[in-house]
């Protein structure tokens, strides 16, 4: 379940109540206006949070890009390229113990984490440059 729609079913029992007040139509739409821009202002409180959260990773993954210590800058492409070669031995069968799908689990979020890592400094660069 994304965030928004997380954010749509706690405002919509509100939105029910409201379609189902015993008053004027003007004023059940004047309700439901009000519903619907308190709706608003959550989600757009909620990207704004997301924003930062990005931009906060980016600044990391830049920071680590541009040490000046080579463990630092390279841990990365170190780790996926161990979690690839682990790939690739346990398809042909090579391994003693095959990965278990914890391992898998491990390897998707690694790789998931590498590519928004990449993404990031990529993106912190393109700022850094404007």
Avoid: C
Avoid at 19 to 36: A, G, I, V, Y
Avoid at 84 to 96: C, K, R, Y
Wanted: glycine share 8%; hydrophobic share 50%.
């Amino acid at each position: 379940m994304g965030i928004i729609e997380l954010i749509g079913g706690i405002f919509k029992p509100a939105a029910e109540l409201v379609d189902e007040l015993h008053t004027s139509e003007e004023e059940r739409l004047k309700h439901k206006e009000r519903l619907l821009e308190v709706q608003a202002i959550a989600m757009q409180t909620v990207f704004e949070y997301e924003s930062d959260t990005l931009q906060a990773r980016a600044a990391i993954v830049n920071s680590e890009a541009q040490s000046d210590h080579w463990i630092v800058a390279s841990w990365r492409p170190i780790v996926m390229l161990t979690l690839t070669a682990l790939v690739v031995v346990d398809s042909f069968g090579w391994l003693a113990n095959p990965l278990s799908g914890e391992a898998w689990l491990l390897l998707q979020i690694g790789l998931g984490g590498y590519v928004v890592g990449r993404s990031g400094e990529k993106i912190a660069k393109t700022i850094k440059q404007v």
